[in-house]
């Protein structure tokens, strides 16, 4: 089969040039010779590519390979020849899965290598589809720009989790599969009969995880239309033995307006949930519990704003916590507070 000879100083060079031209045949084993290496390829280089290779000692052989295991099962096997092993496990630890969607991170220096490395993800989670996130989560709706690199281009997906479904679009809603011991933690300390606020839903994870084992109300806002449209379609494929009641709106209004007095309220907007502190201590009843989230570094500024903003009101701190890590020393916290 055809091989690429190369002089064994110049080899990791010209492999990576030959990866970015999809040239190499990922299928077969590099061999390597005293003095050479020989690089699969699946045909023959063009003339550009050879200029591009120009002063580099190369030769196209007829030559025999090794074919790689047919059945590979770690995400390394299906990267070898294409991304640094230490990489591999880098960008294996960024997988969102979430139903047949799988989003991941690219390093940049890797860019090039991005649609291999789709391919390769999609063979070794065997999703649907691929995508790349191409920025930070942003904006009022918290959601990201997403580069289709494998599989169909297909973002809309149903999620299962702990026994619940959730429908979701990964390009048009926030949601986190990485939140999903915290949904369950929630809602293991509800009881039936509780009046709850999600302040902002989504599409729905923490009020369908709560309704499903609690006759509870539940009322989930968000300000997303694309949200509120799946947290519908979510109440309809889950089997609840509680009442989810979404709204769309800004939670500011939509809280004036009902005027409730809640027993339990679920504020994960991490990087603005400041702002809505005093409408939701507000909207919760003497003795209710709140689930607050912030972006912090110490458990003291959340737990020192919710003391503060319900002054004169006591507040009881039931649990402070580390969700995830969100950059180096920076965690999505999570405080339980009783407030009287
Ligand atoms: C971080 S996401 C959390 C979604 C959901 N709780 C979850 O865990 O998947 C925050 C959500 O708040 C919504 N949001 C932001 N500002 C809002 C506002 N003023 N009123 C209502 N919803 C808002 C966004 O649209 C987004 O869906």
Redesign the pocket.
């Known amino acids: 089969m055809l091989g690429l000879k190369v002089s064994k100083n110049n080899a990791d060079e010209i492999r990576r040039t030959l990866l970015k031209n999809s040239l190499i045949d990922l299928g077969w084993k590099i061999k390597t010779s005293d003095e050479h290496v020989y690089i699969p390829i699946n045909k023959v280089p063009s003339e550009d590519l050879i200029k591009e290779l120009d002063g580099f000692e190369i030769e196209v052989v007829d030559t025999d390979f090794k074919i790689h295991k047919k059945h590979p099962k770690s995400f390394k096997d299906y990267l070898k020849n294409t991304v640094e092993a230490d990489k591999v496990d880098e960008i294996k630890n960024s997988f969102d899965i979430m139903g047949d969607v799988v989003v991941l991170e690219i390093p940049d220096e890797f860019e090039a290598e991005r649609f291999l490395i789709g391919e390769a993800a999609l063979k070794f989670t065997k999703r649907k589809a691929i995508y790349r996130k191409t920025s930070e989560i942003k904006g ?3 959601t990201r720009e997403l580069e289709h690199i494998a599989g169909e281009d297909v973002s809309e997906t149903v999620h299962k989790e702990f026994g619940s479904r959730i429908m979701l679009d990964v390009r048009r ?4 599969p990485r ?1 999903a011991t915290e949904r369950r933690r929630v809602a293991e300390q509800v009881e039936d009969g509780e009046l709850i606020i ?6 729905g ?2 009020p369908v995880t709560i309704a499903k084992d609690h006759d509870v109300k539940i009322y989930a ?4 239309p694309a ?1 509120h449209h799946y947290i519908k379609r979510n109440i309809e494929i889950n089997k609840l033995k509680g009442e989810i009641i979404p709204i769309l ?4 209004t939509v809280l004036n307006d009902l005027n409730l007095s809640a027993d339990r309220i679920i504020m ?3 990087g603005t949930a400041c702002d809505f502190l005093s409408t939701a201590i507000n909207s919760l009843k003497s003795g209710g519990v709140l689930h607050y989230y912030e972006f912090a570094s110490d458990y003291k500024v959340p737990v020192e704003r919710i003391v503060e903003t319900a002054k004169p009101r006591n507040v009881e701190i039931l649990n402070v916590r580390k969700v995830k890590s969100r950059s180096p020393g920076v965690w999505h916290m999570a405080v339980d507070a009783k407030i009287d």
């Open positions: 009022v709706i918290r809603v926030y949601f986190s939140l999600d302040m902002f839903a989504g599409v994870p923490f806002v968000d300000i997303n949200a709106g800004d939670v500011k994960n907007l991490p």
